[in-house]
T-cell receptor, first 114, second 112 residues
Framework: AQSVTQPDIHITVSEGASLELRCNYS??????LFWYVQSPGQGLQLLLK??????LVQGIKGFEAEFKRSQSSFNLRKPSVHWSDAAEYFC????????????FGKGTMLLVSP | DTGVSQNPRHKITKRGQNVTFRCDPI?????LYWYRQTLGQGPEFLTY????????KSRLLSDRFSAERPKGSFSTLEIQRTEQGDSAMYLC??????????FGPGTRLLVL
């Protein structure tokens, strides 16, 4: 069965600083990988996804993520964080049968300091 | 595209009562998913439908839980004889075939 680990429960970043959120997955085949963001009281919004091909994927709001098979990682990055980026971020892996179900990590709460 | 909608947004109930939640997916999406999210955790898969057929159920979905999607459009999730451990956010998502899942705002359930 697949699993996702997000080792950081909370991260605080100064506004304008760079950000990297870590995600490690466990899966036997080629994974489908996703990053979602959740603001308080809101549903999950897809930031980006990886299916195949280029291992560096671009998403919305200036986010990018890099798939590293050798490290079983799919870390999310942003070069300059804005206060509006404060939210909870979830990494997810799709099941092998066309990612019909998603397995999520426990999430990383991003706090942005002025 | 009006997005995935869920009703109600909040529900407070007493232990032992039954509750029903509704999810309206994006109109052309044929797949619909239910997830549950408890405090400090990521969403956990419960079940999914392709059109009106329920194709997969998680072991998390006890006998007290039932989901339907009678006409392949909206879906309902019913919890019978609620327990305090059922308190959570219930999220619905939809997709077109095996495409990206788009999530609704969720229904937050509190069982007293």
């Amino acid at each position: 069965a697949q699993s996702v680990t997000q080792p950081d429960i909370h991260i605080t970043v100064s506004e304008g600083a760079s950000l990297e959120l870590r995600c490690n997955y466990s899966y036997g085949a080629t994974p489908y990988l996703f990053w979602y963001v959740q603001s308080p009281g809101q549903g999950l919004q897809l930031l980006l996804k990886y299916f195949s091909g280029d291992t560096l994927v671009q998403g919305i709001k200036g986010f990018e993520a890099e798939f590293k098979r050798s490290q079983s990682s799919f870390n999310l990055r942003k070069p300059s964080v804005h206060w509006s980026d404060a939210a909870e971020y979830f990494c997810a892996v799709g099941a092998d049968s066309g990612y019909s179900t998603l397995t999520f990590g426990k999430g990383t709460m991003l706090l942005v300091s002025p | 595209d009006t997005g995935v909608s869920q009703n109600p947004r909040h529900k407070i109930t007493k232990r032992g009562q039954n509750v029903t939640f509704r999810c309206d997916p994006i109109s052309e999406h044929n797949r619909l998913y239910w997830y549950r999210q408890t405090l400090g955790q990521g969403p956990e898969f419960l079940t999914y439908f392709q059109n009106e057929a329920q194709l997969e159920k998680s072991r998390l979905l006890s006998d007290r839980f039932s989901a339907e999607r009678p006409k392949g459009s909206f879906s309902t999730l019913e919890i019978q004889r609620t327990e305090q451990g059922d308190s959570a956010m219930y999220l619905c998502a939809s997709s077109l075939d095996q495409g990206t899942q788009y999530f609704g705002p969720g229904t937050r359930l509190l069982v007293l």
